[in-house]
C-alpha cells in the first residue's frame, strides 16, 4: 500500500515537471556507426579470450621443453639402475603404455577442439 | 521497445555469448545512453568514447543484471559510474600534469559546443553541479523513476527526491521562474 502510494506521488506530474521535461528531451541521437564500433571491440575481445588458452598451452610447452627433456635423461638414468626384471613385469602389465597415453592427449586435444567450436 | 524484449535479449546474451543480441540492446539504447552522457560532460566525443566504455563494461557485467529493474536504468547506472571513473582519472591526470610544471590539457582539444551554440538546456545545466546534473537527466530527459535513480546512483529515494528539489530550486532562482510560466 505504502510503495502504490509513493509510485502515485512519482507518477503525478505538475506544470513544472512538464516545463522541465520538454526542456531536457532531446532527439534520438542517429545510430551513425557507433554500434558496429562497440560491437567491433566486443568481438576482439572475445578472440582474445578463445585464443588465451591455446596460446598458453604452447607458450607453456615453449617454457617447460627444456626442464621436461632434463628430466626424462633423469628418469632415463633412473630406470638403467632398475632391475631388468621389474622393468619386464611392469610392461606385461601395462603392454601398450605408449599407445594409451597418445590415446589420452589426442582425446584432450579433441575436447580442447569441440569446446572452442562450440564458442 | 519494450522491457519484456530487452529482458530476453539479455537472457539469450547471458545463455550463450551471443553477440547479436548484445548488438541489438546496443543500437537499441545507444541514443540515450550517449545523450546522457553528453549532457555530463558537455564534450560530444568524450561522451561518445565513454558511451563506448559504458557498453564494454555492461558486456562484462551482464549476468548480474538481476532483471528486476529496466535495463536502460542498469545501463545508466554504469555509464554514471563510467563517468564518474574518467572523471576521477582526469583529475588525477590534471594533478600529476601540475606537479611536473606542464600546462593544462589544452581546452580547444575537445569538441565542445561553441557558445553561440549553447541551448537553454546547457544553460539551465551550467547552474546544476555534477550531481544534480545526473539525476535531472535520468530523471527528465530518460524519464527514470525515482526508484530507478536511486538504484542508478546508489542513493535512498529520499535524497534523489532532495537532490532534485535543490536542482528545481537553483532553477527557479537562477533563471527567475515564477510557477505561473510553467506550461
Known sequence: MTSKIINMADSIKDAEDRFLESVFRTDSLADNGFSRMVMRRIRRRLWVKRLALPVAVVVGAAVAFKPLVGLVAMLAGILQVVPNDMLETANQALPHLSTYILGAMLLAACLLGLRTIEE | ?183
Open chain 2, 1 to 183: 521497445m519494450t522491457r519484456s524484449e530487452d529482458h530476453q535479449l539479455v537472457a539469450r546474451v547471458v545463455s550463450g555469448q551471443d553477440a547479436n543480441a548484445f548488438g541489438e540492446l546496443v543500437s537499441r539504447h545507444q541514443s540515450q545512453v550517449r545523450n546522457f552522457l553528453r549532457k555530463l560532460t558537455g564534450d560530444f566525443a568524450l561522451a561518445d568514447d565513454l558511451a563506448q566504455d559504458a557498453f564494454m563494461h555492461a558486456w562484462d557485467k551482464l549476468q548480474t543484471f538481476s532483471g528486476s529493474g529496466s535495463f536502460i536504468g542498469w545501463l545508466l547506472k554504469i555509464a554514471y559510474t563510467t563517468f564518474l571513473q574518467s572523471r576521477r582519472r582526469s583529475k588525477r591526470y590534471a594533478e600529476i600534469l601540475q606537479d611536473v610544471g606542464q600546462s593544462m590539457v589544452d581546452e580547444s582539444r575537445h569538441h565542445s559546443m561553441p557558445a553561440e551554440e549553447v541551448t537553454d538546456l546547457e544553460k539551465l545545466l551550467a547552474v546544476l553541479d555534477e550531481e544534480e546534473r545526473a539525476i535531472m537527466v535520468m530523471s527528465y530527459a530518460c524519464g527514470l523513476s525515482h526508484r530507478e535513480i536511486s538504484d542508478a546512483t546508489s542513493m535512498p529515494v529520499g535524497s534523489v527526491k532532495s537532490v532534485i528539489f535543490r536542482a528545481k530550486d537553483k532553477i527557479r532562482t537562477n533563471f527567475d521562474i515564477k510557477d505561473h510560466q510553467y506550461g
